[in-house]
């Protein structure tokens, strides 16, 4: 890792927080009410990483993941992506934790000086309530996302708003994600990534994607963020 680490983005789903489940959940409502039929949360699981409009098209074609509705679906994934907002807002942690060794991370980052930021894909109300409730979100004085980001990742508009608020330049900080897009993401934004291999990608695909650092346990990241 580069000498100087000062600014410490995370994704969000799969990095941070254990969120599948009641992603699934929310998922499968909106299926409901569009009156298409439940899908596997295994198979829903695959389609997390782009947005929930991305994650609600993918649901409503029911095949490979899509990073964004095609034309004959646009109208139906606006109506089903209302009706998973409208869920998942009710039902934000009935099942979602903090993985393992998190809060001990952020707590240890934040004795070291580091700046804290989340770069996600979901909706950013939703993430910092969802950290509240998990007693998380006063580490992220930035928390950018679907509603209040520039442009979602893997464009860098993300990375480089977080710099610019902390006065950070990219050689002075990493992307921690569990994705091939948050990989896209920090070397778009020309900084170091550091890819966790519990999430949604697995080791294979963040290796695939030339993740500067791989790691099974994101204590493992304290080592190289002295």
């Not at 596997?40 to 964004?68: C, D, F, K, M, N």
């Not at 646009?74 to 393992?100: C, G, M, S």
């Not at 996600?120 to 950018?144: C, G, M, W």
């Amino acid at each position: 890792m580069p000498a100087g680490i000062v600014a410490v983005i995370f994704d969000a789903d799969g990095t941070l927080i254990d969120s599948k489940e009641d992603i699934a959940v929310a998922a499968n409502y909106a299926m409901k009410v569009m009156g298409r039929p439940p899908l596997p949360h295994e198979q829903i699981y695959r389609y997390v990483g782009h947005g929930g409009l991305a994650l609600v098209a993918s649901a409503l074609r029911g095949g490979e993941p899509v990073t964004h509705p095609d034309p004959e679906l646009a109208q139906a994934a606006e109506e089903a992506l209302k009706h998973f907002i409208a869920y998942y807002n009710e039902h934000p942690v009935d099942h979602t934790r903090l993985f393992p060794g998190v809060a001990e991370v952020l707590a240890e980052l934040s004795r070291r000086g580091k700046q804290l930021a989340v770069a996600t894909n979901k909706d950013a109300a939703v993430t910092r309530l969802v950290l509240q409730k998990l007693a998380a979100e006063s580490y992220f004085p930035i928390i950018l996302g679907h509603g209040n980001a520039p442009r979602l990742k893997p464009d860098p508009a993300i990375i480089h708003e977080i710099l610019q608020a902390y006065g950070v330049p990219p050689a002075a900080a990493v992307m921690v994600g569990d994705s091939e897009v948050d990989v896209q993401t920090g070397h778009n934004a020309r900084i170091a990534t550091i890819g966790l291999t519990y999430g949604h990608g697995g080791r294979a695909a963040l290796e695939r994607a030339g993740a500067d650092w791989v790691v099974d346990d994101v204590r493992d990241m304290l080592a190289l963020l002295p």
